[in-house]
């Protein structure tokens, strides 16, 4: 076979794969959900570096997951890839009836709300059960907000959800001197839950946040490795006053 631009011969293509390949004829559902998410996770650092070529690699090998676990479906006779379109395209008509039905709705919020109206009538106990368990924290804890002010229930402006957040404030600081350890990890839970609220009502992702802080602290901490280690020394043996020094100068740097 040769690459290909149309969407069938990577179809076929993953067949053939699963038929000649002892790797790929192993495989199952459960073996490679794990890969799923690492290749969701490597296009999203592609779209936070802006770097359009390796976005377009990574959506292929997320394209690749989608077409391989239908594939695995498709030879239990659970679906094939015509059911997984056809099961999109009917959800997205169906929950668009302002674009494809006669419903009004010509704000982004009446949008979301008449969104979240749709998913409860198709039979969900709760507007956050579409929220997946397993998602990481500051994400879910960022789409369980925003799904819940999608139906009106919100702080009317971000000043009051920072007196909540200074009101946390004060009930962590009250565990972490006079209760157990488990009252404290719970009362930091609180604490970072009303942190990701203010944050979302000022139009920031808390995700993003985290993950430009993760990325700022490794290039200052690399560069405080990489720098002693131009010095024949290692963080090991360095002091923290060398060490605070050096970071102050990566910080510098990147200013």
């Known amino acids: 076979m040769k ?15 699963r038929k000649e390949c002892p790797w790929d004829r192993k495989q199952t559902h459960h073996s490679i959900k794990d890969n799923l998410i690492e290749e ?18 990574e959506l292929g090998d997320l394209l690749l997951h989608v077409v391989f676990q239908t594939r695995m479906a498709t030879e239990t006779d659970s679906f094939d ?4 379109i056809y099961s999109i395209s009917e959800k997205l008509i169906r929950r668009h009836p302002h674009v494809f039905g006669d419903t009004v709705a010509e704000e982004e919020n009446r949008v979301a709300a008449n969104w979240e109206a749709i998913k409860l009538n198709e039979g969900r106990e709760s507007i956050l059960d579409g929220v997946p368990k397993h998602l ?12 819940a002010a999608n139906v009106g229930f919100d702080w009317a402006e971000w000043q009051l959800a920072w007196e909540k957040l200074n009101e946390e404030i004060d009930e962590w600081r009250e ?9 404290q990890q719970e009362e930091f839970g609180d604490l970072l839950f009303s942190l990701v609220n203010v944050g979302r009502l000022l139009g920031l992702n808390a995700e993003d946040a985290i993950r430009g802080a993760n990325r700022k602290f490794l290039d200052r901490f690399q560069y405080i490795e990489q720098t002693l280690k131009n010095r024949d020394q290692s963080v090991v043996d360095a002091s923290l006053e060398e060490m605070d020094e050096l970071w102050n100068e990566a910080k510098n740097k990147s200013q």
């Open 175 to 183: 565990a972490v001197n006079n209760q157990t350890a488990k009252e």
């Open 136 to 147: 990481p924290g500051l994400i879910r804890a960022q789409r369980m907000q925003e799904k």
């Open 81 to 84: 890839i015509g059911d997984v």
């Open 3 to 17: 690459p290909s631009r149309k969407f069938e011969d990577l179809v076929e293509l993953i067949a053939v794969l």
């Open 40 to 57: 969701a996770y490597e296009a999203v650092e592609a779209i936070d570096n802006n770097d359009m070529d390796e976005l377009r690699k």
